[in-house]
């Protein structure tokens, strides 16, 4: 963790997946902590995100209209923070991914798991860190998805972009 840390402090680029994402907030990371389901059961299935901030190096290639689709499979995958550091997150632009139904509204029965705002993935205020509780590996080929989706390979994409520029 050591390691980890030094990097983050170095502005290098750091993403956490699932658990790296609840990692990443028990190191103070990112803000906020990973909780159990709401419905207190694990979850395995597929979930659409809006991409709510595409101004990072994990989603400057993801147009702000798209409408992601991304597996979960998770037990502690409901973000919390609260009220006051929501309001810091949302004023600072750092909520990069959020819950949605097919159409993009941010609904109840859009967020798989709870998290408050129905927040999916946050980055931290100098942009080098992301926490995200959905899988994009598992949807980077269409191979690997039962919807034909590849929408997991953006965030990939636009790492390596920020890297090469």
């Known amino acids: 963790m050591k390691y980890v840390k ?14 790296g994402f609840q990692i990443l907030t028990e190191m103070n990371l990112l803000p906020g902590i990973l909780l159990k389901n709401s419905s207190l059961m694990f979850i395995c299935d597929w979930i ?26 998770h037990n502690e995958g409901r973000y919390y923070i609260n009220e006051l550091e929501l309001k810091d997150l949302i004023k600072h632009d750092q909520i990069i991914f959020q819950y949605v139904d097919d159409k993009g509204n941010t609904t109840k029965n859009s967020n798989p798991n709870g998290s408050i705002y129905n927040i999916a993935a946050i980055c931290n205020k100098k942009r080098n860190i ?8 598992r949807a980077s080929d269409k191979l690997l ?8 390979l953006l965030i990939f994409k636009s790492i390596i972009n920020h890297l090469r520029n």
Do not use: W
């Open 130 to 137: 992301m926490g995200i509780m959905p899988h994009p590996e």
């Open 145 to 152: 998805s039962p919807y034909n989706t590849n929408d997991g």
């Open 6 to 19: 030094q990097a983050a402090e170095s502005d290098i680029a750091i993403l956490g997946i699932c658990n």
């Open 48 to 73: 659409n995100l809006k991409v709510n901030n595409n101004n990072t190096m994990f989603s400057d290639l993801i147009d702000k209209t798209s409408i992601l689709r991304m597996p979960i499979a």
